[in-house]
């Protein structure tokens, strides 16, 4: 498992402790290629379409130090983001100039300033209690940075923690399949179907193709990448 795994398909480990350890140690070796610099523009352009209210509660899973929590709750948002590395949290909030303070919630220790937290802790371990209510789910790199094996308990996990009337905004990267048609290609992926499908709704918004070298075997030739943006209820 590499942390910059955000490809749907590309991932196989199986998710232990060793892999919490591993999280963990990317962190602090700050090998966090998949942290972006600026805000994921797919959200700026998608979180729109889900017409949630301005003071609607926003539940970012597995949300490392991402810009991306800033910009909802600069859009009046309150965030709530759960994340397993200290490491990652204590960044997101001294690189943004804020000031958190800090208390213990259950298993974790929730970190706050304003309408912007995070509970440090593992994602699997959360209740319904920890979390409190919540309106939207983001998730960007999130679900498919997990092997594929444990992406069900997430999506599981999901589903408890999910109030009825919940959106979810779902960003992924999938490799295209070498023989896939255009219509495989283009549509809701397989995966995608079979782990949301028995409880949720799922609207495919958005398709882009691009060709992309791999940063760790740059020699090799581009591969072409769908960027997909999902838009998923309760049903
Ligand atoms: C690929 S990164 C994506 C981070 C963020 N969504 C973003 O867009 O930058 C995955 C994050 O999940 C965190 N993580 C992995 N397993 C976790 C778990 N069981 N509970 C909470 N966080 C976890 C990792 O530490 C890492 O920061």
Not at 24 to 35: K, N, P, V
Request: glycine residues 6%.
């Amino acid at each position: 498992m590499t942390p910059d795994s955000s490809k749907v398909s590309s991932i196989g480990a199986v998710l232990t402790n060793q892999d919490d350890r591993l999280w963990l140690e990317f962190w602090l070796a700050q090998r966090t290629d998949f942290h972006q610099s600026l805000v994921n523009p797919l959200l700026c352009r998608f979180w729109p379409s889900l017409e949630s209210t301005r003071s609607s509660r926003v539940f970012v899973p597995l949300c490392g130090k991402s810009l991306d929590m800033l910009w909802l709750s600069q859009q009046g948002h309150e965030v709530i983001g759960v994340e397993l590395s200290p490491v990652a949290v204590e960044g997101f909030f001294r690189e943004n100039g804020l000031h958190p303070v800090q208390r213990q919630v259950g298993q974790f220790t929730l970190w706050n300033d304003g309408n912007l937290s995070i509970l440090c802790g593992d994602y699997f371990a959360l209740t319904a209690e920890d979390i409190g209510h919540f309106d939207t789910v983001y998730d960007r790199a999130s679900l498919t940075a997990l092997p594929e094996n444990i992406r069900g308990r997430y999506v599981e996990q999901l589903s408890r923690l999910v109030p009825n009337t919940a959106k979810i905004l779902l960003l992924t990267i999938e490799d295209a399949a070498e023989d896939a048609t255009v219509a495989q290609a283009n549509g809701i992926d397989a995966e995608i179907t079979s782990l949301f499908t028995s409880k949720f709704d799922i609207d495919l918004a958005y398709v882009e193709s691009v060709f992309e070298l791999d940063p760790e075997s740059p020699q090799l030739p581009a591969k072409r990448a769908e960027y997909k943006v999902y838009r998923i209820c309760v049903r």
